[in-house]
């Protein structure tokens, strides 16, 4: 009864906190150091790469695990 639903706002969840972590880390960085704004746009930068990759990674495995599903036969 794992709904695909919740599978694919775990996906959302992790791009977005991927995102928004590292933009933080990099402004904060930013105002240790007095940089501004060249630690935050490095880790949006870096947050925006982990964040598409461990995305794609999550939803080609949930496409695999739904494919499978599908094949036994669980139409639910």
Known sequence: ???PAIGLLGIGSYLATSIVGLTLVGHW????FGTEPVLTLVFLAL???AGFYGAYAQLRDFLRAQEARRGRGGNH
């Open 47 to 49: 947050g925006l790469l």
């Open 1 to 3: 009864m794992n709904s």
């Open 29 to 32: 960085l930013d105002g240790r």
